[in-house]
């Protein structure tokens, strides 16, 4: 999974815990970018950049927890990784419940925490080709006439031209002509294709 162009985002309102972990995630060769506060970070968040967040559980002002609503209610997927003190466990906890990938303890073990942030890169990586291959499928099916929606449905499910053409009452030669356009427009190389891109379109809905 490709992650060269993923950025670590870190929000900490302490100094300190942000210049340790810009040091330690840039020795190892990624992309980092620190923010003060929930609202610094907000102000200048794309939700299409790919890469994933290091978050303080506690912070003066909008508070970690707080900024996870705030990208839930944005619909922003990038995975979150607390970092707590041992008295949050149990908001972090909920956190991951609600949808946070983990959370790390400070003081931190370095290579924990450099794993838990390559393995968040690669989810968020994953994730976004998904996106991309969803925009994709339906860009093409939109350029599908009603009568070549029709021949799908009843194709994927896995139904002969014949019996297609009796349930439209339409020509065997219609729906063989309707059948290879739908092929084409969403450059489907099989059936099989075909049935993985319905699947992943109505997985969307």
């Known amino acids: ?3 060269s162009g993923a950025t670590v985002f870190v929000v900490d309102d302490d100094d300190a815990v942000r210049d340790s972990l810009s040091l330690l995630l840039k020795s190892v060769g990624l992309h980092t970018r620190c923010f003060e506060s929930a609202d610094a970070f907000l102000g200048d968040y794309d939700p299409a950049q790919l890469g994933c967040l290091l978050l303080d559980i506690r912070m003066p002002g909008m508070s970690g927890i707080d ?3 705030e990208l839930l209610r944005r619909e922003a997927s990038i995975p979150i990784i607390f970092i707590t003190a041992h008295g949050d466990i149990q908001m972090a906890v909920d956190a991951v419940q609600h949808g946070a990938v ?3 303890q400070k003081p931190f073990d370095d290579r924990e925490l450099v794993s838990k942030v390559k393995a968040s890169l690669a989810d968020s990586a994953r994730h976004h080709e998904e996106d991309l291959e969803r925009y994709e ?5 939109i ?3 009603a009568r070549e929606r029709e021949v799908m449905s009843q194709v994927v ?3 002969a031209n014949k019996v297609i053409a009796s349930d439209l009452g339409v020509s065997q030669r219609t729906v063989e002509i309707h ?4 092929m084409e427009k969403m450059k489907a190389g099989s059936l099989a294709q075909l049935v993985r891109m319905v699947l992943i379109a109505e997985a969307d809905i």
């Open 157 to 159: 499910q896995g139904k």
């Open 1 to 3: 999974m490709d992650t």
């Open 67 to 69: 900024l996870q609503r």
């Open 137 to 141: 499928i339906h860009k093409r099916s």
């Open 102 to 104: 983990d959370f790390i």
């Open 179 to 182: 059948r290879a356009r739908v």
């Open 143 to 145: 350029t599908l006439t």
